[in-house]
């Protein structure tokens, strides 16, 4: 199975960070009026089949198909408490209405894979800076956003992301005078207490919903992996008995008082998550704590790049990758590199001539060992930017050099 890679495509409608999970559909639990769900988890898309893979450009879907299922394994520290039932504030419409006006509906085009998804964000300043997850903002050539507050749509440019904490930071075009979010503190935040989260839940606009809830665990930590051999770790997240949905990816995790705890980032619902070998039930939710999205939104916001930074536009090689499977007969086993399946027409990597069957084995001299390391390595660089790219063949290890160009956010 190949998996398209030169960007990272995650139109999302599962559990985490796209990484992609497609449980039965639940029946719809009860919302506050005019609020429409779908199942499990974060951002959502439409106009494809669900499913993807990390990369550095995604050119199309694999031959018509979307990727399949990762797996996808959560890790508890011993002694944290289990799920509790879901106990939300006493007011969460009252909640909820302190938020609502500082909360965009993200709406993004992945003109690589002829989709659309659809995210949450939180509005931090008047002329339009807002945080979201990396994963809504992920492939997208086209950006808007719908301000909640005054229901004017802007279009949105990335200012920066954090690929490795999931964390991106947009600005909204000739924005002004726009509600921001009541911003609080995670450093308080305790097992029990009553939470809310709220965001574009089905990515259908209007009213944000809520899902009332309470803390069940902190300082957790979630690994998504997918068959190319790509995978992300979170860390020190909160976790939750609530009810987050697809389109909730970047929206608030607020406190009864009606501040922002966190940023949703991640939910299990309808399915079952293995937890170091122990069956969880559903309707769990994950988010970044508030204090750490906004330690990095600062970095970004004052363009401090670094190996988990980026700032700006996105870099694109343009190859499609697998694992480590064979390839035309070439190789029979598994493969110390990225494998091309194939390059996008006229990028950098077809004018260097690399083509199916080829291993990229290294970036600027730094060895690639898997397809994340390639994602990871090409996420430092910037159009424009000249690297040496290492190349396996069939005629043996070669170097060509090749010009990267602007490719869609990562």
């Not at 559990?15 to 951002?43: C, E, M, N, S």
């Not at 959502?44 to 018509?64: K, R, S």
């Not at 922002?260 to 170091?276: C, E, K, L, N, Y």
């Not at 083509?355 to 898997?370: E, F, K, L, M, P």
């Amino acid at each position: 199975m190949t998996q398209p890679y030169g960007y990272p495509q995650m139109p999302e409608q599962g559990g985490y960070y796209g990484y992609q999970y497609q449980p039965p559909p639940p029946p719809p639990p009860p919302r506050r009026t005019g609020r429409t769900v779908l199942t499990v988890a974060l951002a959502v898309a439409a106009g494809v089949a669900l499913g993807a893979a990390a990369g550095d450009y995604l050119p199309t879907l694999l031959n018509g198909q979307a990727s399949q299922q990762p797996s996808v394994q959560t890790y508890v520290p011993p002694n944290q408490p289990g799920n509790t039932a879901p106990q939300s504030p006493a007011d969460t419409s009252g909640v909820a209405a302190k938020i609502d006006p500082a909360l965009v509906d993200i709406n993004t085009t992945l003109g690589f894979q002829q989709a659309q998804a659809a995210g949450t964000g939180i509005v931090l300043s008047a002329d339009g800076l807002v945080l979201t997850n990396n994963h809504v903002i992920n492939g997208a050539t086209e950006i808007s956003a719908v301000d909640i507050g005054n229901g004017k749509t802007y279009s949105a440019t990335v200012v920066g992301y954090d690929r490795s904490h999931d964390v991106a930071v947009i600005q909204l075009q000739n924005a002004s005078g726009l509600t921001t979010a009541p911003i609080g503190s995670s450093a308080g935040v305790a097992v029990g207490d009553s939470i809310v989260g709220i965001g574009n839940a089905g990515g259908v606009g209007g009213a944000p919903s809520v899902a009332g809830g309470t803390v069940t665990a902190l300082n957790q930590s979630i690994t998504a992996s997918s068959e190319d051999g790509t995978s992300e770790q979170l860390t020190g997240l909160i976790q939750v008995a609530a009810d987050i949905q697809p389109g909730d990816s970047g929206g608030p995790l607020v406190n009864a008082a009606g501040q922002v705890i966190g940023m949703d980032t991640a939910a299990s619902q309808g399915f079952q998550m293995d937890r170091g070998g122990q069956a969880t039930g559903s309707g769990q939710g994950f988010a970044i704590p508030i204090d750490q999205a906004i330690s990095i939104q600062k970095q970004i916001s004052a363009h401090q790049a670094s190996a988990t930074v980026h700032i700006g536009d996105s870099a694109l090689l343009g190859v499609q990758v697998q694992q480590s499977a064979s390839t035309r007969g070439r190789r029979t086993q598994a493969t110390n590199g990225a494998i091309v399946s194939g390059t996008l027409s006229g990028s950098p990597a077809e004018a260097a001539g690399i083509v199916a069957g080829d291993v990229v084995t290294s970036i600027n001299g730094q060895a690639v060992d898997s397809p994340n390391t390639l994602t990871n390595l090409l996420t430092t660089f910037h159009p424009g930017d000249r690297v040496t790219v290492g190349v396996l063949t069939a005629s043996g290890q070669q170097s060509v050099a090749v010009t990267l160009v602007k490719g869609p956010a990562q």
